[in-house]
């Protein structure tokens, strides 16, 4: 009986580290505010192409744990710097929706233009790897002065 006492308590900490440790894999909403306003900062003080090489690098300051800083032209919309998808840079994102019709960059801009300059949009995206749609919020900001929104986004 002591033995399988023990082996459970073994297992359930085994666990509890387990997910503790995957959950800290997560980023965090607050970190995605952080990093776009780092990056935001970093425009101000380097410059958009300093910035852009930056935010492109997928080894880079701008990419941790499951998140990404990724830029987009707060009047059209195209995309100005991605990590994880180069290709999309240069490409005009605004008809793209979500499986529930959600104009996911629509809506970006829509906060990124707003009186407060940032906002949070939700909709569904597939988790990188997963065919299936998952929920996820991304933030964007804008930088003060500048045509040029950044966002990232944490999966819910």
């Known amino acids: 009986m002591k033995k399988v006492l023990i082996a459970t308590l073994l297992l359930c900490s085994f666990i509890a580290?387990?997910?503790?440790?995957?959950?800290?894999?997560?980023?965090?909403k607050d970190e995605c505010v952080a990093m776009c306003k780092k990056a935001a900062a970093m425009v101000t003080e380097k410059g958009a192409e300093a910035t852009y090489k930056a935010l492109n690098d997928k080894n880079g300051p701008f990419v941790w744990k499951d998140s990404y800083v990724f830029a987009l032209d707060s009047e059209n919309g195209k995309i100005l710097a991605h990590p994880m998808k180069p290709g999309l840079i240069g490409k005009d994102l605004m008809a793209l929706k979500d499986v529930n019709g959600t104009m996911i960059f629509v809506e970006l801009l829509k906060a990124a233009q707003s009186a407060k300059g940032e906002g949070w949009v939700n909709y569904m995206w597939p988790k990188p790897g997963e065919k299936a749609?998952?929920?996820?919020?991304?933030?964007v900001y804008k930088v003060p002065g500048q045509n040029i929104a950044l966002g990232a986004g944490v999966y819910e």
């Not at 387990?18 to 800290?24: I, K, L, N």
């Not at 749609?133 to 933030?139: E, I, M, R, T």
């Open 17 to 28: 580290f387990s997910s503790f440790a995957f959950a800290s894999d997560k980023a965090t």
């Open 133 to 139: 749609p998952s929920k996820k919020a991304s933030y």
